[in-house]
């Protein structure tokens, strides 16, 4: 089974033993089972909000290489602290009828329990690469998700005017931790000592 995009009004059609389904009809009628269960047997990168697939776009060689020097970054300072940091796809749940894909995603302990092996129920901090297709995701929508899962911190790194956008929760909602520029560091409020210097963010790539 594979799952394809067709056109920009994020058809999709899947092929299943030769026969290919449009399965756009069953937009809002998903479950949260059959989400998962597509997810697990195809190749689409899929968010999933109340009964819709969200289709992802495939990254770019500069959104993967920011990624992936972020990653070694968070990796060196968490692992020897018994922290867990991981990158997509990976499934987060951030609501009973709602999973996210975050860039990156970490926990403080390895041993976590909402660490599961299919999909993460929770997590510590979330970072996105904002993508340019539809930078609202990253910068609206995903921090209201964030926000209502109680995820402490949310990243929004923007290689689009090269900033770096860090939310701390406070209550229900975020607030601005600080929003980082080239010649700064930027700085995480849970995780006490963690510091990346931006223009290395963005050279990365």
């Known amino acids: ?74 990796f060196a300072f968490l692992q020897p602290r018994g922290g867990l940091v991981l990158f997509a796809p990976l499934r987060l749940q951030v609501g009973p009828t709602t999973f ?47 926000a209502s899962a109680g995820i402490p911190e949310y990243w929004i790194v923007n290689p689009i005017d090269e900033t770096i956008t860090v939310l701390s929760l406070t209550d229900d909602a975020y607030a601005s931790h600080g929003v980082f520029r080239r010649s700064n560091r930027a700085t995480s409020a849970l995780l006490e000592g963690f510091s990346v210097n931006v223009d290395e963010v963005f050279d990365a790539s």
């Open 1 to 74: 089974m594979t799952g394809v995009i067709r056109d920009s009004s994020m058809l999709l059609v899947c092929e299943a033993h030769g026969v290919s389904i449009d399965l756009a009809p069953l937009q809002g009628l998903w479950t949260v089972e059959q989400y998962l269960k597509l997810t697990d047997h195809t190749r689409c990168l899929a968010e999933f909000s109340h009964g819709n697939l969200e289709m992802l776009p495939m990254p770019t060689q500069r959104h993967q290489m920011i990624l992936a020097f972020l990653y070694r970054v968070f």
């Open 100 to 146: 996210r894909e975050p860039d990156l995603l970490l926990l403080q302990r390895a041993d976590d329990p909402r660490a599961q092996n299919r999909y993460w129920t929770g997590a510590d901090l979330v970072l996105e690469v904002v993508s340019e297709d539809d930078p609202e995701r990253d910068t609206v929508d995903k921090v209201r998700d964030y």
